[in-house]
């Protein structure tokens, strides 16, 4: 990395390149160049979720004393540098960089406690419950019911786009506990089991072909009221807790390595060399403000969470653009007529990445909340 100048910082990137080189296993390497998406199958993400933990590096953002490795920030961007320079797959983040850092913002010791060693190890994973079918962006308008009997909560309703809630066991979810005063004052933060008697999950195919979306109903789904993060009606700011750790990020260490293998490819076209080259200094530019956020410096974390979401996703769909524009060109193929796996899945990865700029809060979204941080 071209920022790095301090002598101990390079020997910590050394470190990581070496381990990544041989630790990381081929075929976890060959099925994640394959991915046509950010979320990767468990099959793929928790055999190298399971190698980083007993390293001890599953979880580069958590504190020590949840189980973390304890790096600066720095590190971590090392980190996830290094990790995308050497094709390792994706990790899923609704546990490890999502609800994780709420339970522990949020949870109390014993949550903690039962949680927190789950994640790490990949015992539990995760899919999120916030969408719902009238209630997309404006998380205020949902209406899936949660009203409490006794010790329990009683669920019913639905949400929707819910990924990977065909292979999750947990769900953190957005509920509904009381209808009274201001719409988005009566939401609860629930952590709720799959396994529960009344949950259905029912796919939604994406028009890349990916099984990768869910719609989940709950018919008198009844969940312990002790299930609950935070205060009863005080979900939403434990959703905008979470949300600056979905929004907010490391977008321009992943695409500059993918960046870097679509340009390494023979492509004799000068407009799209430029168009590369182009994309090439913004995401330097993108480095640039990810590395200022990780110092907090010029604005809130809200701030730079909306601003990097905005940025990163709309960097991606327009590097997923020039691939399939690239896959079109004759220059790239090799005498067997085999594509790369970088071009061989650009046109499903392009069709699967027009959800970026949409979900955590759709990009439109995002430019009000800049918008209003800024000039109030």
Not at 131 to 152: M, W
Request: charged share 20%; proline share 6%.
């Amino acid at each position: 990395m071209d920022i790095l100048t301090d002598p101990a910082l390079m020997a910590f990137r050394d470190e990581v390149r070496a381990i990544l080189a041989t630790a990381l296993p081929d075929d976890l390497r060959r099925a994640a160049s394959r991915a046509t998406s950010v979320f990767m199958d468990p099959a793929v993400s928790l055999p190298w979720q399971s190698i980083l933990h007993a390293r001890g590096w599953a979880a580069p953002d958590w504190p020590a004393e949840f189980g973390g490795p304890g790096w600066s920030e720095i590190e971590r961007y090392i980190f996830a540098a290094e990790s995308a320079r050497a094709g390792a797959p994706n990790l899923a983040p609704m546990g490890l960089k999502m609800v994780a850092p709420v339970i522990m913002h949020y949870g109390s010791a014993e949550q903690r406690a039962h949680y927190l060693p789950r994640i790490l190890s990949g015992e539990d994973y995760w899919c999120q419950g916030f969408s719902e079918p009238g209630a997309g962006s404006d998380l205020a308008a949902l209406q899936l019911r949660a009203v409490p009997d006794g010790n329990d909560y009683v669920l019913n309703g639905s949400k929707i786009w819910t990924t990977h809630a065909h292979f999750a066991n947990r769900m953190f979810a957005l509920v509904r506990t009381s209808s009274e005063g201001k719409p988005q004052a009566g939401i609860s933060f629930l952590l709720l089991d799959m396994s529960i008697p009344g949950i259905t999950v029912e796919p939604i195919r994406t028009l890349a072909g990916d099984h990768e979306f869910n719609q989940v109903f709950f018919d008198e789904v009844r969940v312990p009221q002790a299930n609950r993060l935070g205060g009863e009606n005080e979900g939403r700011s434990v959703a905008k807790h979470l949300l600056t750790f979905e929004r907010g990020g490391k977008y321009a260490p992943g695409l500059m390595a993918r960046l870097a293998r679509l340009r390494a490819q023979p492509i004799a076209d000068p407009v799209l060399r430029a168009q590369l080259d182009r994309e090439a200094i913004g995401l330097q530019a993108l480095q640039a403000l990810e590395l200022k956020a990780m110092r907090g410096v010029g604005g809130s974390a809200a701030l730079y969470a909306s601003a990097l979401k905005i940025l990163g996703t709309e960097s991606a769909q327009r590097i997923d653009t020039l691939a399939c524009d690239i896959a079109g060109h004759a220059a790239w193929a090799d005498a067997a007529g085999q594509a790369p796996a970088e071009l061989a899945v650009a046109v499903p990865r392009y069709l699967n990445d027009r959800a970026a700029s949409i979900y955590a809060g759709s990009n439109e979204i995002q430019r009000d909340l800049i918008a209003r941080l800024m000039l109030g």
